[in-house]
């Protein structure tokens, strides 16, 4: 029979990727590690780990054996809480986001954790959706925070499951006083009266690029797009400047010099949602974070 604790040092080092990380986690000795992992590939009856330079690395099976292990330690701690529902979860929640949906939903919960659930600790890393499901993908993160539009809906693999968050509504951002007969009339209308105008999109993602080419065919033309940047100040820069114009969220502050234009009909709306691996919602500390992030009142 597999021994639990081992199975924890397995998923610890399939998630981590060192030993002395896992030791580090866990409090415990490097060799401890390395000793443990070595009687569970016995159990197991097939090597685990095997070496990678001055690391090592997990086998095929060793990876088999840690996803494995991630759900069964997640029944366990399930069945523990609901025979003790007063016990404390506690972990390490790995989460890779966008910036707004980090700033918005994430960062007000990070910051009362300590006081709500002091055993609980959050990693975060900043990453646009695809680069968020890679890392989800290689089991690099626990939970993902991804975003796409109405217009331009991104499918998810089957191997994630995902929970919505929240929604805004977008605008287009153009220079002052360029904005004209344009603000009265619909998306469509909008893109007529800009067209030929350079566009402003994403860097690292293509969710904008998308909407913007989905709309401009629905007004008959292919929109200019000369210039990208990850960052939405830079984008207003861009605009003050005179370089194009951009989508731009309409419940955020402008800066002097940008103009946002209303888009109606259709209507362009950010989609953000909470994704994570197939099975793992069950793990105590990931659900508690999940409950959290969907609470209307953080």
């Known amino acids: 029979m597999l ?46 780990t095997e070496p990678d330079g001055r690391r090592v690395r997990l086998t095929p099976a060793g990876r088999r054996l840690a996803r494995h292990a991630v759900t069964i330690l997640a029944a366990v701690e399930a069945a523990r809480l609901d025979l003790d529902p007063s016990a404390e979860p506690a972990g390490t929640v790995r989460v890779a986001g966008f910036a707004t949906a980090i700033r918005r939903s994430l960062l007000p919960i990070v910051a009362a954790l300590p006081s709500r659930h002091p055993a609980l600790r959050v990693l975060i890393h900043e990453h646009e959706p695809a680069e968020v499901l890679q890392l989800l993908a290689g089991d690099r993160v626990d939970l993902g925070l991804t975003y796409d539009y109405n217009l331009a809906p991104a499918p998810l693999p089957d191997t994630v499951e995902a929970t919505a968050l929240w929604t805004s509504e977008w605008s287009l951002g153009v220079p002052a006083g360029r904005a004209g007969r344009a603000v009265q009339g619909s998306a469509l209308e909008v893109f007529r009266h800009f067209e030929g105008t350079h566009w402003l999109v994403n860097s690292r993602n293509t969710a904008d690029d998308d909407v913007v080419h989905t709309v401009a065919a629905m007004a008959g033309h292919t929109p200019l797009i000369t210039h990208r940047a990850d960052s939405l100040d830079l984008i207003q820069d861009l605009i003050v400047a005179g370089l194009g114009i951009g989508l731009l969220p309409a419940d955020q502050p402008t800066i002097p010099g940008v103009t946002l234009v209303p888009l109606r009909s259709p209507d362009v709306t950010m989609r953000a949602f909470a994704v994570t691996r197939l099975g793992r919602r069950a793990w105590p500390p990931l659900a508690v974070l999940l409950d959290l992030l969907t609470t209307p009142a953080h």
């Open 3 to 48: 021994n639990n604790d081992r199975l924890l040092l397995l998923a610890e080092l399939a998630r981590l990727g060192s030993m002395r990380e896992v030791a580090d986690e866990l409090g415990t000795t490097t060799s401890t590690v390395s000793q443990q992992l070595a009687v569970l590939a016995k159990e197991a009856g097939t090597a685990l």
